[in-house]
């Protein structure tokens, strides 16, 4: 990559660690047995671990890497409502009961987030700042226009559109044709979140141990007995958070979960009067395209932080950035001669119905597949997994009754990616 691109002091890691340092290995010693054993310290981990520890369980929850090292301290910090799939499209697929409830699920993660925020003073920079989708086409704009004019009803949220003659009162480019306005949207700091949940989770007993895999898991008994690589535990439950960095510790699951490299680059930094020009009101900002871009401003106002997915193959960050400099560059064309500060990457979770998936296989709990949405739903089906481990019946939730589907030949390793992106950035490129 070229050179000039990036800035003195370049990092190839997340943003986000230079405020939200990750934390120092730990040398605690691995417990023989616990209750529960949570494997993955994400959101999804950490949130169903303190669910646990808060019902008197012992809990333990170990990384193979240092704690919130997987997408949980890399992504962009935008919070929505998440669930991928329309009222219209689950409703032809399920009923409409099941499409309601699972619509709201999304609804209420975006709320269960704030108020969690806002209960454990977590200090991460959250904001209900609205997010601007922008359509990349105009039969994008109307589909989002119809949208906004046919809200499912009791599924209704704010939503304001933006006509392209008005567009440049939130981004000064005119490669989009319009767009919608989210007000309810919000933003964080991904790092500094997650460090709060970690705070949050110890403080409520859970025993967190980093750089410690899971290599195998075998039935004993009515529980389990848990292979690491610090040694041997016993459990009476198993969680299972890896999401997108689901390996051969679970087959079962591995086979359902499509891992997808996502990739940003931060600028370096400017004036913060300058970059406000670029993003107004702060907003988040994301697209219609099936190939999606997102970007924000940093919390301090002086980075964009650009993110998107910008090769077939899974590629790595010095490769990555150039391209989305390239992209960013043609949206903010100032932007051209801004050097890149930071450039990384993460392995988001696709499924196959493109919803996240929560329940119970073989004696083994999960919540994963946030289809690259994970803020909000893996903080709140975290909890509700948690809540399930205990038998709960605020546990439930309607996506306990939606199959948790893979494809014949589908192992975990998705040959199909690099003709399936191909594919959608062809259609992205035609009007419809
Ligand atoms: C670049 C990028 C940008 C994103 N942007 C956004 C965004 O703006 N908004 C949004 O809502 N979502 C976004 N996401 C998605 C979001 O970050 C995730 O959905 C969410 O963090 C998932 O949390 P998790 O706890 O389930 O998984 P993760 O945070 O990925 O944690 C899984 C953990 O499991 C561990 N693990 C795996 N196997 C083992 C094993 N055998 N033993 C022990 N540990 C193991 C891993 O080391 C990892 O730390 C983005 C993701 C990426 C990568």
């Known amino acids: 990559m070229s050179g000039e691109l990036l800035a003195p002091g370049f990092k190839a ?7 939200a340092p990750r934390p120092a290995k730990s ?11 949570v494997v993955g310290a994400g959101y999804t981990g950490l949130m169903a671990a303190r669910e ?4 008197g369980r012992a809990t333990l929850v170990i990384d193979a890497e240092s704690a919130g090292w997987g997408c949980s301290s890399r992504n962009g910090g935008q919070v929505s409502t998440s669930i991928k799939p329309s009222f219209t499209a689950l409703s032809g697929k399920h009923n409409e009961q ?43 704009y109307e589909v989002l226009a119809d949208y906004a004019r046919n809200q499912p009803k009791g599924l209704e949220v704010p939503m304001e559109m933006v006509p392209r003659a008005e567009q440049h009162r939130e981004i000064p480019s005119d490669l989009y044709y319009g767009g919608a306005v989210y ?3 919000a933003k964080l700091h991904p790092g500094k979140y997650h460090l709060g949940l970690l705070r949050i989770a110890k403080a409520a007993g859970v025993q967190v141990v980093d750089h410690c895999p899971a290599l195998a898991i075998a039935r004993d008994g009515q529980g389990f007995r848990v292979k690491t690589a610090r040694g041997e535990i016993q459990a009476r439950n198993v969680v299972i958070a890896t999401n997108g960095y689901s390996g051969p510790l679970s087959p079962w699951h591995r086979r359902r979960v499509i891992p997808i490299g ?14 406000r020009q670029l993003i107004r009101n702060d907003r988040m900002v994301s697209d219609t395209r099936r190939v999606v871009f ?20 899974e590629s790595n960050p010095l490769v990555s950035a150039p391209r989305l400099h390239a992209c960013m560059s043609a949206i903010f064309p100032s932007l051209k001669a801004t050097r890149i500060s930071h450039s990384w990457m993460g392995f988001v979770a696709y499924t196959f119905d493109t919803l996240p998936h929560i329940g119970v296989q073989d004696g083994l709990h999960y919540a994963m597949g946030y289809c690259g949405s994970g803020v909000s739903l893996a903080t709140y089906f975290g909890m509700r997994v948690g809540q399930q481990v205990l038998g709960k019946a605020e546990g439930r939730s309607p996506l306990d009754n939606v199959a948790f589907q893979t494809r014949p030949l589908y192992s975990g390793n998705p040959w199909f990616l690099a003709p399936s992106v191909w594919w959608y950035q062809l259609l992205d490129k035609l009007p419809i």
């Open 27 to 37: 040398d605690a010693t691995l417990p023989g047995k616990v209750d529960v054993l």
């Open 262 to 275: 996502s990739y940003i680059i931060a600028t370096e930094p400017r004036p913060a009067e300058e970059m």
């Open 183 to 185: 007000p309810r949207h």
């Open 52 to 55: 646990t520890a808060k019902g």
């Open 98 to 140: 099941l499409a309601f409830g699972i619509r709201r699920e999304g609804l209420q993660a975006l709320d269960y987030i704030e108020d969690l925020i806002q209960t454990e003073t977590i200090d991460c920079d959250w904001a209900r700042v609205g997010r601007y989708h922008a359509a990349h086409n105009s039969k994008q």
């Open 294 to 313: 997102y970007y924000r401003l940093s919390p301090d106002h002086r980075s964009i932080l650009f993110g998107g997915r910008v090769a077939y193959m």
């Open 13 to 19: 890691e997340p943003y986000w660690w230079d405020d």
